[in-house]
């Protein structure tokens, strides 16, 4: 899909301008330096086409360290993959030399180019673009806008389009076709944004040793055997007592929202070390969601290890969330890239199974089969229950109705029995399976 790119030093309204051609709260807006750190992709609407937007952090971002070096990394490889780019400046700040830089630069590169003029609120604001450092600039075309309150931005996306057109690019209606939604979730430094990286064999999501180096979900969207599958990084989650006031909490909150809309969680655990209350926290919030699940022991390369070992070690998970027994593990190396492709094959399997319906005739058959064997177990009452018939009633994920004679009940564990029956017999793995009953009298 044809990408523009939006570049300009920290605090000019990148992010503010980012969620306003979405038309959604995706990048977090802060005045301070230095909030946004991954490359944001997004994908606006406009005259019934769609083209591909990404926000990117401060190119004056201070600080010479190893984060930094990555996250500028980030900024120049969306820069060169765009095929248009938005330079913002700031008309409250003025012309500053890393602006009148970036003009030079991409004046030299020869690749289309527009130059965005933020916050022009009033009519005072749009006045400055008269003065001398303006009017002096190499670039004579500027196209004033309010990416808070949005007012030119509807003329900007013309103005994006002519590029289109000039350059020869065409666009297409946006895609309605479905997506698979993967959110990738862990505590901090398990892996995640390595794992995102090495799934697309590209470098999409800043890595670093520093906790919380992702701030705000990213998604990038692929096609996998026919099927689009929208993988979502998220900021690294830790129980809420010990949630840091500001980005962090705005992160964390965003992932746990993220999580109620995705269909498909990839837990990241570290099998380098113990699993810990972070891990447990994640796996009980994933557990509430009813969405589908796929256990990712992360960092394979960090440990010796035999057949015997993963044995062990998915026995160690499972006892550790035994309410998560249904979930399949998966042993990788985000770092190496060691059997991270059949994470793939995994969640198209666990998409199949949270939309698999059960003929009724089949599932009461086998279900009635088994209460011969196993006979049912009463909760409460002094009457065992008998079966009198079960039905599929849903999906996403898989429910089902268990109609018994009125005044029994069956017992929970009876029904957990149950569910694993049905999810063997049928190939429900990685999905939860909702038992409900229902009384009939008789």
Excluded: C
């Excluded at 300009?8 to 503010?16: D, E, L």
């Excluded at 038309?23 to 992709?41: H, M, N, P, Q, W």
């Excluded at 086409?49 to 401060?58: E, L, R």
């Amino acid at each position: 899909m044809p990408m523009v790119a939006i570049i300009g030093r920290a605090n000019v309204g990148k992010s503010t301008l980012f969620n306003k051609i979405i038309e959604e709260t995706k990048a977090i807006i802060s005045a301070k330096s230095g909030t946004t750190r991954d490359v944001l992709y997004g994908e606006p609407l406009w005259r019934g086409k769609s083209f591909s937007i990404v926000d990117t952090a401060g190119m004056d971002m201070p600080g010479k360290g190893e984060l930094e070096r990555n996250v500028l990394r980030q900024v120049e490889r969306a820069q060169k993959e765009a095929d248009i780019i938005l330079l913002l400046l700031d008309v409250r700040t003025g012309v500053m030399q890393e602006d009148r830089e970036l003009m030079k630069k991409l004046l030299k590169e020869k690749k289309p180019f527009l130059v965005v003029v933020n916050k022009i609120d009033n009519k005072r604001s749009l006045a400055e673009l008269e003065n001398k450092e303006w009017v002096n600039l190499p670039v004579k075309d500027f196209l004033p806008v309010s990416a808070k309150n949005g007012s030119g931005v509807g003329d900007l996306l013309d103005a994006i389009f002519e590029k289109f057109k000039k350059a020869k690019i065409k666009l297409k209606p946006k895609e309605e076709e479905e997506t698979i939604d993967i959110i990738i979730l862990g505590k901090p430094n398990v892996g995640k944004s390595s794992l995102l990286n090495k799934l697309l064999d590209k470098e999409v999501a800043v890595v670093s040793n520093i906790a919380h180096t992702t701030r705000e979900p990213q998604d990038i969207t692929l096609k996998y055997q026919d099927k689009l599958i929208k993988l979502i990084d998220t900021a690294g989650i830790r129980k809420k007592a010990r949630v840091e006031r500001g980005f962090e909490k705005i992160g964390v909150r965003k992932s746990i929202n993220t999580l109620k809309q995705s269909d498909i969680a990839l837990l990241i655990v570290d099998i380098s070390q113990a699993l810990g209350s972070q891990d447990k926290h994640l796996a009980s919030l994933i557990y509430e969601s009813h969405k589908g699940l796929i256990i990712i022991a992360n960092k394979l390369d960090l440990i010796n290890h035999d057949k015997e070992w993963h044995k062990k070690f998915t026995r160690y998970i499972q006892m550790s969330f035994p309410f998560l027994d249904w979930a399949p593990v998966l042993f990788t190396s985000a770092l190496s890239g060691e059997k991270v492709k059949k994470i793939y094959d995994t969640i198209l399997k666990v998409e199949e199974a949270r939309k698999k319906t059960i003929d009724t005739k089949t599932l009461e058959y086998f279900v009635k089969g088994i209460a011969m064997v196993h006979r049912p177990l009463k909760a409460k009452g002094v009457n065992h229950p008998r079966i009198l018939g079960i039905k599929q009633t849903g999906t996403e994920p898989p429910r089902f109705e268990i109609a018994i004679k009125e005044k029994t009940s069956i017992h929970g564990s009876y029904l957990k029995f149950l569910s694993k029956k049905i999810r063997e017999e049928y190939g429900l793995e990685g999905t939860p399976i909702i038992m409900e009953t229902k009384h009939i009298k008789i």
